[in-house]
């Protein structure tokens, strides 16, 4: 007889764990935010791209190489990722964005990058995570740095096609005020 008990006690431990857990989900699932329905669109089968391949945009500011490689325009729907080169001394402008997060992985160069105003020092191999609202950029006074850049949701790459130029195209002359309200328009806010 002990050990139907001990085997009925087993299975109401179980049977109460159980009900605990599936009640505690089911007040999980009224603070997670709801799915909205989305009507599926054209199929897209992935991509697999070479170096210097991917839209291919020149640097407001530096001249310097942005390849976007995912975004919405070639099936990407949660995310956006390219690479940005950073000329030498030339940095990138504290920042936020209020509803990207965003990772770089440096494949070249070396520099300090800002985050909430730490600094902390950066080479090749380095990865950086931002999240939302934080205030973040770069210095690089000496050295040119190669990024790779991936920001969720998207957003990053609309920023530089209305302000970065293709190779051969004028580039856009754009005054600071201009800049701010394009990074506006994105979710994004220069200090």
Known sequence: MAGSSLVSMIDLQNTRRTFLIGIGSLGMGQML?????QVPGPAHSGSVL???????????RDGGDIFIHASAAN?????AQGTQQVKKGTGIPIHRHFVMDEAFYV???????????ARHAFGPGSSVLIPKNTWHGLENPDREVVLLWT???GGLEGFFRETCSAPGAPPKH???????EIARKYGTEFR
């Open 151 to 153: 920001v969720a949701p």
């Open 107 to 117: 494949l070249e160069g070396s520099g300090t990058v800002i985050l909430n105003d």
């Open 75 to 79: 099936g990407s729907t949660g995310f």
């Open 174 to 180: 754009l005054s600071r005020e201009q800049i701010r």
């Open 50 to 60: 070479g170096t210097g391949e991917g839209e291919h945009l020149l640097h407001f």
């Open 33 to 37: 935010p709801q799915a909205t329905a």
